[in-house]
């Protein structure tokens, strides 16, 4: 089970763009927001853990 850390880039109607903050990486990830905690603004840090999203 892998841990993995995420910061809200942009919000983009019903996606969200996602930047991974534990690693070095340039690349965005499109969620659906759907997927994601409702409470959720563009800085918001999230975990993603078992394939669920948590504010941090």
Request: charged residues 30%; glycine residues 4%; proline residues 4%.
């Amino acid at each position: 089970m892998e841990t993995w850390y995420y910061e809200v880039v942009e919000i983009d109607g019903d996606y969200a763009h996602l930047k991974r903050t534990d690693i070095e990486s340039d690349e965005l990830k499109l969620v659906a927001r759907a997927l994601l905690p409702p409470e959720i603004s563009e800085g918001t840090k999230l975990k993603y853990v078992m394939l669920q999203y948590f504010l941090m």
